[in-house]
């Protein structure tokens, strides 16, 4: 297949990668610009809070996976935010280091914790009926669940 490369203006960049997603494998733009559309394609899975990372260089294998939210200094010893991010990074480097069998272990007991509604205050938020857990209650639920 042959690299497409499209110019395009951040507005209507923004609008299309919301409603046509599927159109788009890379984004290579500025800094605030790669800002708003990681933020606006993070909040379409539930926001900053469980968006994942990864950065690897192909050519030397050498790579890094953090969280792609800030620091968010507001929140620091409040046990109150969304593990969600960190953990899904570190499941993106165990996938890199081919260990496939954690990674799927952590994601399916992160998805039944999601989905018994036993979640961060991010996630509360929008779901009826949920169970509001402080970010240590958070990583707790997804261990029994991985024991489970």
Known sequence: EKLKI??????ITLQQVLT????????????????????ALAAQVGGIGIAPGGNINFVTGHAIFEATHGTAPKYANLDK????SVILSGCMMFRHLG???AADLIESAMEK???QKRVTYDFERLMEGAT??????FASA??????A
């Open 6 to 11: 499209r110019d395009a203006i951040a507005d």
């Open 99 to 101: 260990w496939n069998e």
């Open 113 to 115: 914790t999601i989905l």
């Open 142 to 147: 997804i261990i029994e669940n991985m024991d």
């Open 132 to 137: 509001k857990l402080k970010c240590s209650e």
């Open 81 to 84: 935010v969304n593990p969600g």
């Open 20 to 39: 046509r997603a599927r159109e788009f494998d890379v984004i290579a733009t500025l800094n605030l610009n790669g800002d708003y559309i990681s933020d």
